[in-house]
């Protein structure tokens, strides 16, 4: 199971960037999806998640300005964000957790198994 994110760049203060992730491979079920976020030298932290049904958590530093949504038919997550200031700057990580398919030597399909996947990271710069 892969992700890729896309979207992310510079930005000055007060700006807006949507950030977009896909996911592909043998995927059976996507259960949630999210946004983390690294700032050099510090933990990975949860930005926001969305569950299949779409219910939705937000970091506190980003209630208000940051939207989460996915498309299920696509396999896609979203991420607006609205009113960027400096302190949004970090890489940004997709994060997904669901059910795949495996297949045997032959290509024949064998059994479902649970992933958790992670994007490679997009980075994010907000200028004063």
């Known amino acids: 199971v892969q992700l890729v994110e896309s979207g992310g760049g510079s930005v000055q203060s007060g700006g807006s960037l949507r950030l977009s992730c896909a996911a592909s491979?043998?995927?059976?079920?996507?259960?949630?999806m999210g946004w983390y976020r690294q700032i050099s030298g510090k933990q990975r932290e949860m930005v926001a998640t969305?569950?299949?049904?779409?219910?939705?958590k937000y970091a506190d530093s980003v209630k208000g300005r940051f939207t989460i949504s996915r498309d299920n038919a696509a396999k896609r997550v979203f991420l607006q964000m609205n009113n960027l200031n400096t302190e949004d700057t970090a890489v940004y990580f997709c994060n997904a957790d669901g059910t795949k398919m495996n297949y045997g030597l032959g290509g024949s399909f064998n059994s479902f198994s649970d992933f958790t996947a992670w994007g490679q990271g997009t980075q994010v710069t907000v200028h004063p």
């Open positions: 969305i569950g299949r049904e779409g219910q939705t």
């Open positions: 491979g043998p995927i059976s079920g996507i259960r949630d």
